[in-house]
């Protein structure tokens, strides 16, 4: 039977995905639109604050396209933690004008392919700032989720430890070609949602996400082993720019 690799887990993850009812905005009284536009900044400034206190860490980003038109990502230390901010934001006023368009719930995930068996990486202080990590304000996101196919033979959990190994070997080797360029976020989530895991990638430059992307489609990890949900790109909007954005 083949061997299940070890994993190292971290902070749990919230993806929250929303449409914009443009057209009930539009309808809003000027003093609804200040409360709802007044209620996301606290919660904004609230998240910002745990974040410098390394309590957890968000991202906030407007997406491209008609799938949604915002994506808010969280990161804290309890799955409970989680349930409370997607709890508060449903109830705030903001709310009111937004549908829910996708989400998705994990944890932040490393493998322990590259680990030496006498090695406990979580000792690294580096391994340790992966699994909590400060997610980056740069201008860019990408999310999506993705599965290791499991069919005939190309199944992913049939091969033996040692060629998974070389696989994932092989493919970070192409990651680690866009350092500085790019941050990415793995998360697992089997038994919490419908795909196995979710990849988050944050860019400065929007043109490395799609080079990146596409590099990878070549590693056999990706080429033989890899499916792939819907992508979401879109643009890093920041606490004070949201008035601007939301301006009708």
Known sequence: MPEAVETMDGWYCLHDLRKIDWAKWKKASEEERRQAVDEIKTMLREW???SE???GSHAFYSLMGQK??????IL???MKELEEIELRFNKSKFAEFTT???SYVSVVELSKYMSKPQDNPEDNPGVRARL???LPEWDHICFYPMDKRREGNDNWYMLPMDERRQLMYEHSLTGRKYAGEIKQIITGSMGFDDWEWSVTLFAKDVLQLKKIVYEMRFDVVSARYGEFGPFYVGNLLKTDDIPAYLAV
């Open 68 to 73: 949604a038109d915002i994506i808010l990502m």
């Open 48 to 50: 910002e604050e745990v």
């Open 76 to 78: 804290r230390p309890t």
């Open 53 to 55: 206190a390394r309590d």
């Open 132 to 134: 909590k990590p400060k």
């Open 100 to 102: 829910p368009s996708y």
